[in-house]
T-cell receptor, first 112, second 111 residues
Framework: EDQVTQSPEALRLQEGESSSLNCSYT??????LFWYRQDPGKGPEFLFT???AGEEKEKERLKATLTKKESFLHITAPKPEDSATYLC?????????????FGPGTSLSVIP | NAGVTQTPKFRVLKTGQSMTLLCAQD?????MYWYRQDPGMGLRLIHY???????AKGEVPDGYNVSRLKKQNFLLGLESAAPSQTSVYFC??????????FGNGTRLTVT
């Protein structure tokens, strides 16, 4: 069964203090690993898609990387506006071709 | 361009009452999804559709029904609401290999 876990559950950083969020996954035939950002009271907003081990994507202070079992979302010199919940999701081929399965998320707070 | 629109935004039901949540998308997407989001549980897939006239069960389908009579609309029904269905419900759509596009959710409370 496809599964996604995320750690830590919550992370509190000082402004400028870089860190990483982890997403561990088990999926039969990865067809895409997705990172989303969710602000309170809003729907998730797409950030990145990664397809194969070794792939990296960057956007402003965020960088997503992928291995065969994990993905990391690296946040460099974060600002208070980066505070949000970050969600990881996967789509596989065999048991969940059309489904997108989400992890529980990491709640990030960046303190000025 | 509205994207994915969910109605209503908020609703309070009494146990046993029924209601329908509406999701409408204007992007001509084939795939549509209903998720529920609960604290500590993340987004869990209720039902989904791979095209007009089709529906399929997700991870937590019990107590819910869906219909996709028109390509742009995906309805989620609760026939007899229970307190365990108190949650925030999100609709999403996608096309091909594109990522999911989400609405802003419906917050449902069942008392």
């Amino acid at each position: 069964e496809d599964q996604v876990t995320q750690s830590p559950e919550a992370l509190r950083l000082q402004e400028g203090e870089s860190s990483s969020l982890n997403c561990s996954y088990t999926v039969s035939g990865l067809r895409g690993l997705f990172w989303y950002r969710q602000d309170p009271g809003k729907g998730p907003e797409f950030l990145f898609t990664l397809y194969s081990a070794g792939e990296e994507k960057e956007k402003e202070r965020l960088k997503a990387t992928l291995t065969k079992k994990e993905s990391f979302l690296h946040i460099t010199a974060p600002k208070p506006e980066d505070s949000a919940t970050y969600l990881c999701a996967v789509r596989g081929t065999k048991t969940s071709y059309d489904k997108v399965i989400f992890g529980p998320g990491t709640s990030l707070s960046v303190i000025p | 361009n509205a994207g994915v629109t969910q109605t209503p935004k908020f609703r309070v039901l009494k146990t046993g009452q029924s209601m329908t949540l509406l999701c409408a998308q204007d992007m001509n997407h084939e795939y549509m999804y209903w998720y529920r989001q609960d604290p500590g549980m993340g987004l869990r897939l209720i039902h989904y559709s791979v095209g007009e006239g089709t529906t399929a069960k997700g991870e937590v389908p019990d107590g819910y029904n869906v219909s996709r009579l028109k390509k742009q609309n995906f309805l989620l029904g609760l026939e007899s609401a229970a307190p365990s269905q108190t949650s925030v419900y999100f609709c999403a759509s996608r096309e091909g290999t594109s990522p999911l596009h989400f609405g802003n959710g419906t917050r449902l409370t069942v008392t």
